[in-house]
């Protein structure tokens, strides 16, 4: 398990962030943005994720790009992030960009340890996912969702669904009571994942 700290390591507010070496890319400027949008002390644990596909999924799907399927491998990951959480006197939001903000949204329905996702352009176009969060439910109360506004103007039909399954979860968690928000940025998956990622955590931190 290799993991990237910055910040207070004593912060009584700890971040943890799945990342893959695209992420590590923008991971210094995107600390620098929370800290710039917080105002908050804390630590950001960025944890380094060898098999993206396998390790942030919660079960098995076809691939919808490429000819890489996804695995089962989130149990796993979740473990070893929990790990990482072991003091009950601190206040940890898992949050992350991409598969693995999905990730972080069916953690939060696994165990109580968060105190918040941050969930930045998450794939929750993934098969059968919206209807599992509305089966399990987060169990924790305060949910960031975020899109780019051209995410869902894609050729690919599985892909293309994550603009109305992102509206329907957020219609959902706000319905049942929950602390939550979502946010559309402009441009497509690609753009600006450090910055979104850091709008990200530092609004579940405020909330």
Request: proline share 4%.
């Amino acid at each position: 398990m290799k993991t990237y700290e910055f910040g207070e390591r004593t912060a009584g507010i700890c971040l943890i962030q799945p990342v893959d070496d695209h992420d590590l890319t923008g991971i210094e400027n995107e600390y620098g943005r929370i800290c710039e949008l917080s105002g908050k002390e804390f630590c950001l644990i960025a944890f380094k994720v060898g098999d993206w596909n396998k390790d942030l999924s919660p079960w098995n799907a076809p691939a919808v790009f490429g000819n890489e399927d996804f695995g089962d491998g989130a149990t796993d990951t979740l473990s070893e992030i929990l790990s990482l959480c072991p003091e009950d006197g601190r206040k940890y939001y898992i949050g992350g960009y991409s598969l693995a903000g999905l990730f972080a949204l069916w953690a939060s329905t696994q165990t109580d340890r968060f105190a918040g996702v941050a969930a930045a352009s998450p794939s929750v176009w993934f098969p059968d996912f919206r209807e599992y969060i509305e089966e399990r439910k987060p169990l924790c109360k305060t949910v960031y969702l975020s899109l780019g506004d051209r995410e869902e103007k894609t050729r690919n039909p599985v892909m293309a669904t994550v603009g109305d399954k992102i509206r329907q979860m957020h219609s959902f968690l706000d319905k049942e009571g929950y602390d939550t928000i979502l946010e559309w940025n402009e441009g497509n998956h690609f753009k600006d994942f450090d910055i979104r990622t850091a709008k990200a955590f530092a609004w579940v931190m405020e909330h």
